[in-house]
């Protein structure tokens, strides 16, 4: 990494102006600053307080259950590791892994490819009504998940839904099943997760391509570059950091998918087919009323998110190093 | 012990904050109005009936809370934990298992301790009942449905979800088969005949209805309750303990509905359309369906979602006959503020009269089963449904009733069942296959 650095010699250059400014002055801060060490620890206790009475609290207060029998109504015995153990044997907990993953790489990378192309439309300087258009595409992001769930659930219906009436003026083409079919499934969640996300990825994608500098595009098109040849050589590249933060971004929504496959079936279908981890936490603490057994599953999912977070650090850091900015 | 006392400690802290915060900010109100919170389902609770409450008592306010029958389960669940602001709350009976088990009968108040007031007493409910007092009135085994096994009463039933078969004369005819109800009865003494019945109306489809997937009964998966409500064991068998003995793997009667349910959906007479989803809304309008297993309950339904098939609808006996689901219980969360005025509105609201009425407009039908010879019921009938006398038949169906011991996860055995037989009719796995996953996430009910 040192190596990397180094060669670069990126690092250095914007610290040090910043300092020799900060060595120069030692007189104290104006304004909020000044409270510094009086005031400062009752100005942000209101924050740790609430954290710690609805954040940590509670994250205690689980990994302590999840080593309990645990039923709200019942009696709770001492449970040991079982809680674990029997999660890793359970079918239905592989089960959500493998749906979790598979709608997540559904809605991801579509959303993604769609998002890109949506902000290099709008990054034309042309276009007219650009306010408007920009606006409109924040619309489905703050609908209600379950409005959303609820309209598309009757596109995506067996006999009488939109989509599948235009399949089935196909000749010799079946309807999908939408529910019951595992992919199919995935693939109308994913749709529901793509719809309410793409735009605000696109304002996302836009913010960063308008912060390209025009001399790029300007040298270029000199050099003779087509459209689709600065988009490929010059946006693509400068999006790199952008698309990883989305990308970041986007599997911490993944691992959270719970509100479509819940209203779609609260089971998460006959198969377990769009059971996700989130989903699977759910019904086990609140409909098979297994309180410990969910906080094991709170705490498996804790890990997962953790490994994920590796993966993504090791790839940003990989990332930032190799390409130029 | 020590395990509960330190939860209900923590719980303590957190209701203690959220009280004093809530002192402190909420100016206390005029206590003279009272406000009677209800937490239901459906259409347990009947707006006409509501509003005629309020008018015979201006001083009491009535604010039904509308949610899911699973969702509001959990809430209730909940709230026993930290209390919470109902004063009524609906429960079904499939979870009345749940409830009178262990020491959850605590969270609600035990009715036989209550006593009516007289202020109903000009509405017919005489004061100073207790839940003891007013048993007489009601179906025997479907009170006790709401009797804890520490013999508190923690519910008053509201209704009996009696099943028959609702059908489409117009379709019947169209297929060739007899339209009258007694002919139409007569067709399927047992569910054999009546998934010949169903296999003769499919052959008569054209290809583009088998296409959109019309078929004979709504969903073949429905089957499965009316056989296994049929008996008189499900997954339960009582024991002489709370819990009773479970038999899941070994009651015959439950391989039996299965097999049956199974032998209706390999032979393709349902139109795979699950209950009160879009597909299903739509298809009642649609003539997807030429009968459904209808509860009584669910004759409010139909007749709202499909107005336009008014007239065309009729009713006929179920196969083998007596057929039971649903049924709901009223119950008093023991942290509620209002309880007298609660028990005073459930006397008058679950009366004989009441029910009465509930069920000529909402179709509920009604648990006092000294109604049952009652000329106001068996005279009653339904234009909807081509005057079919709905108050006879269902009472007919009640009668043949067999008590069936609800067990504490009945609910979610029932629905673990519902699966697999979805997974069948997806042709997902082979019957053996699911049944036995059916069978092993039950195991894993059990388990943790």
């Given amino acids: 990494m040192t190596l990397i650095k180094d060669s670069k010699g990126r690092s250095k250059a914007p610290l040090t102006p910043w300092k020799q400014k900060s060595k120069k002055e030692k007189k104290p801060l104006p304004g909020v600053a000044s409270l510094n060490g009086r005031w400062g620890y009752p100005a942000i206790a209101p924050f740790f307080m609430i954290f710690l009475i609805f954040g940590v609290a509670p994250v205690a207060y689980s990994i302590y259950i999840s080593f309990f029998k645990w039923d709200p109504l019942g009696t709770s015995e001492f449970n040991g590791l079982n809680n674990f153990i029997f999660l890793l044997q359970d079918s239905d907990f592989w089960l959500a892994i493998r749906n979790t993953f598979s709608i997540w790489a559904l809605s991801t990378f579509p959303q993604m490819l769609i998002a890109i192309s949506l902000a290099a439309i709008l990054r034309n300087r042309r276009l007219k009504g650009k306010s408007f258009w920009r606006t409109i595409l924040l619309v489905p992001n703050i609908t209600s998940v379950i409005a959303i769930t609820i309209v598309f659930q009757q596109l995506f219906g067996r006999d009488y839904g939109l989509i599948n009436g235009i399949i089935g003026l196909i000749p010799g083409v079946d309807h999908i099943d939408f529910i019951e079919g595992i992919i199919p499934s995935h693939i109308q969640i994913a749709t529901m997760i793509t719809w309410r996300w793409v735009g605000y990825n696109t304002l996302i994608f836009l913010a960063s391509m308008l912060a390209i500098p025009d001399e790029l595009y300007e040298s270029a098109s000199v050099d003779g570059a087509t459209k689709w040849q600065q988009f490929k050589y010059v946006t693509l590249p400068s999006l790199k950091n952008t698309i990883t933060f989305v990308l970041i971004v986007g599997t911490i929504g993944g691992l959270q998918v719970f509100a479509e496959p819940q209203q779609l079936a609260a089971d998460g279908g006959s198969t377990k087919q769009f059971l996700t981890l989130t989903l699977f936490l759910y019904n086990q603490a609140f409909l098979n009323n297994k309180y410990g057994y969910a906080a094991a599953i709170g705490i498996a999912i804790t890990v997962i998110v953790l490994i994920i977070s590796a993966i993504n650090f090791v790839i940003t850091r990989r990332i930032s190093g190799e390409g130029g900015r | ?448």
């Fill in chain 2, 1 to 448: 012990m020590k395990k509960l006392t330190t939860r209900n400690a923590f719980l303590g802290v957190i209701v203690a904050i959220a009280v004093s915060a809530g002192l402190l900010t909420v100016p206390a109100k005029a206590a003279d109005p009272i406000t009677l919170t209800i937490w239901t389902f459906g259409e347990v609770i009947q707006p006409g009936l509501q509003r005629e409450y309020q008018k015979l008592h201006p001083e009491i306010k009535i604010i039904p809370i509308k949610n899911d029958v699973d969702p509001l389960h959990q809430k209730t669940i909940l709230s026993c934990q930290t209390g919470g602001p109902a004063d009524i709350i609906a429960f079904e009976v499939p979870y009345s298992g749940y409830w009178r088990t262990g020491n959850r009968p605590n969270c609600f108040q035990d009715l036989r301790q209550m006593k009516t007031t007289d202020t109903n007493a000009a509405a017919g409910v005489a004061a100073g009942l207790s839940a003891t007092d007013i048993k007489k009135n009601y179906l025997p085994w479907r009170w006790e449905q709401g009797v804890a096994f520490n013999d508190s009463v923690i519910g008053i039933p509201t209704d009996v979800g009696g099943l028959q078969v609702a059908y489409r004369s117009d379709l019947f005819k169209k297929a060739g088969l007899p339209t009258d109800r007694v002919a139409v009865s007569k067709l399927w003494p047992t569910w054999e005949k009546f998934i010949e019945v169903g296999q003769k109306y499919v052959s008569k489809l054209t290809p583009a209805e088998k296409k959109s997937n019309k078929g004979f009964i709504d969903d073949a998966g429905s089957i499965y309750a009316a056989v296994m409500n049929q008996g008189t064991v499900k997954y339960y068998q009582p024991d002489g303990t709370d819990a009773g003995k479970l038999v899941y793997k070994t009651n015959p009667q439950i391989k039996k509905a299965w097999d049956t349910t199974v032998k209706a959906l390999n032979a393709g007479i349902g139109a795979r359309l699950g209950q009160f989803t879009s597909d299903w809304n739509i298809g009642m309008n649609k003539g997807a369906m030429a009968t459904i297993l209808a509860p009584a309950w669910m004759l409010d339904y139909i007749k709202k979602q499909a107005p336009d098939t008014k007239g065309k609808w009729d009713i006929a006996d179920l196969p083998v006959g007596g057929g039971n689901q649903g049924g709901t219980e009223l119950a008093i969360p023991s942290y509620s503020k209002n309880k007298q005025a609660a028990y005073d509105f459930l006397t008058w609201y679950l009366a004989p009269e009441q029910q009465l009425k509930v069920f000529k407009t909402y179709g509920l039908f009604p648990s006092t089963s000294v109604l049952y010879d009652d000329a106001a019921l068996l005279e009653y009938k339904d234009e909807f449904f081509s005057n079919a006398p709905v108050g006879q038949i269902y009472t007919k169906g009640v009668l043949k009733l067999k008590p069936i011991f609800e067990g504490e996860l009945q609910r979610k055995i029932d629905s673990t069942f519902g699966a697999g037989l979805g997974r069948v009719a997806s042709k997902k796995m082979t019957s053996e296959k699911s049944y036995a996953l059916v069978i092993s996430d039950i195991d894993k009910l059990f388990r943790n």
